[in-house]
């Protein structure tokens, strides 16, 4: 199995997500995110802000993902969960590019149900 491929350096850190926008729906925060992405590792932590209020869509539960994380040259980043707190898919993929200080992900998702 080969090595994956290092992310270049302008993707590692520490990042908190300022907001979430799912189509053409408003901006909003559902919980504080942090991520921390290293060369080839990544952990994502999210606590809801209101515990009392239902999470539509599973990702503003209180939440730990954990794993690798693989680069395409093309501005793609795939996280790989090899520790996930919630019964996803184990892996999930976006377009990533940065906007001078902001990181902007792009999450790729398929259709989605959320209930009514």
């Not at 290092?6 to 850190?13: D, K, Q, R």
């Not at 919630?86 to 209930?115: C, T, W, Y």
């Amino acid at each position: 199995m080969t090595a994956p491929e290092p992310l270049p350096s302008e993707f590692h850190g520490i990042w908190r997500r300022s907001s979430v926008r799912y189509g053409t729906d408003s901006p909003t925060e559902p919980a504080l995110t942090l991520w921390w992405q290293a060369p080839t590792l990544f952990i994502d932590v999210r606590w809801r802000f209101d515990a009392a209020e239902p999470a539509l869509d599973g990702l503003s539960l209180d939440r730990v993902m954990a794993g690798r994380t693989t680069f395409e040259p093309a501005g793609f980043l795939t996280w790989h969960h090899d520790l996930d707190t919630f019964a996803g898919d184990g892996a999930d993929r976006s377009a990533v590019h940065r906007d001078g200080d902001d990181l902007i992900e792009q999450a790729i998702l398929g259709p989605r149900a959320l209930p009514k």
